[in-house]
């Protein structure tokens, strides 16, 4: 009977808004991105549709035309997000009413698990389903290979020319390369065959590889490529970085100063601006820093990723043979950057110095 009482009066809601109080202190990257879409979902495989308008071009005025100004059509376009991803968290309470009672017993229960979520959906964003699809990247590594004749090469490679111009080259069709040099394209996205192989260009070669004396040179070399591809939007741009560059920053004088961070924190994982990015610290940051694993150094707006959660069901129930309940939630989630927005991002492929 005292079992039946305490299921009766479990109430879901306040244990679903407790993990999403704890889940939106810790969870960096979800004030990041976009979340106006979060209201549609309803289930695991929803597909969220998200409206924007097609391009309006500009046009000369000639007054002394006899019809000076021609109205355009805009088209009333549609991206899709589908809520592919579910996780879920899963603990057991020895009194589930005294729980949900007591603030302080509710918010450790919750609090672990939102940060256990938090954990595996940060890292999902911040890892190789989103920084691949990023149109631009800045190659900050010790050395770049050199394009060079005759040689096999494997899909996502990325190459110089012999003779530098400032731009990096990925491998987005494995092959062999040419026994002559081919004429590297200098705008953004555009390709180039060589030989049975492809190269696009991918972004733009960095400084070396990243040191407190460089980072600075690279956030800027970031905002330049944001500016060249008119994405950037001033006060609304950041970085994400790994402790391991937060640590860059900290160490030195210079870098400290130029974030203004006096070792206030603003908001959580916020450390302060530079280069005009506002610079958050995450551990989710994808890679480890060396030549064939560099950090995935995201920077971005709100426009660049399209992102959308939602607790789809909060549960108590009896576990066999133990006098406990089970308290258990399922989160679905999804996420996109659109093809028009793939510029509105840049990532820097950062190998420590």
Not at 300 to 306: C, N, Q, R, V
Request: proline content about 3%; glycine content about 8%; hydrophobic content about 40%.
């Amino acid at each position: 009977m005292a079992y039946a009482q305490t299921m009766t009066n479990f109430i879901p809601e306040i244990w679903s808004k407790q993990i999403l109080k704890n889940w939106d202190d810790s969870f960096v990257m979800r004030r990041l991105v976009n979340t106006n879409y979060e209201g549609e979902i309803k289930a695991f495989g929803d597909t969220v549709h998200v409206p924007y308008l097609g391009n309006i071009t500009v046009a000369d005025y000639d007054n002394s035309a006899q019809n000076p100004v021609s109205y355009q059509d805009v088209d009333d376009l549609t991206d899709t997000l589908s809520i592919n991803q579910r996780k879920y968290w899963a603990f057991k309470v020895e009194d589930v009413e005294r729980a949900q009672s007591a603030v302080e017993v509710r918010e450790n229960y919750t609090r672990r698990a939102a940060i256990a979520m938090k954990d595996e959906v940060e890292e999902w964003l911040l890892g190789s389903t989103f920084t691949e699809q990023l149109g631009q990247i800045i190659n900050s590594v010790a050395t770049i290979a050199a394009r060079a004749n005759s040689t096999a090469y494997s899909l996502g490679a990325i190459v110089k020319p012999a003779t530098a111009n400032g731009f990096v080259y990925k491998c987005t069709t494995a092959g062999t390369s040419g026994s002559s040099v081919p004429t590297f394209p200098t705008a953004i996205g555009q390709t180039v065959t060589d030989g049975t192989a492809v190269w696009t260009n991918c972004g733009y070669a960095g400084a070396g590889a990243l040191t407190a004396s460089n980072l600075y040179k690279t956030l800027v070399a970031a905002k330049k490529a944001l500016r060249k591809a008119n994405t950037w939007i001033e006060g609304e741009m950041w970085a994400v970085i790994p402790p391991e560059v937060e640590e860059l920053i900290l160490t030195s004088t210079e870098l400290t100063h130029a974030t203004d961070r006096a070792d206030k924190l603003i908001e959580q994982g916020l450390m302060g601006k530079l280069a005009g990015f506002k610079i958050y610290c995450s551990n989710n940051v994808s890679g480890a820093g060396t030549a064939a694993d560099p950090f995935m150094i995201m920077c971005g707006s709100k426009e660049t990723i399209t992102f959308a959660e939602q607790i789809t069901d909060t549960e108590a129930l009896r576990l066999e043979n133990e006098f406990a309940t089970g308290v258990r939630g399922l989160m679905v989630y999804g996420g996109k950057i659109f093809d028009r927005n793939k510029l509105s991002g840049v990532v820097i492929r950062a190998e420590l110095g």
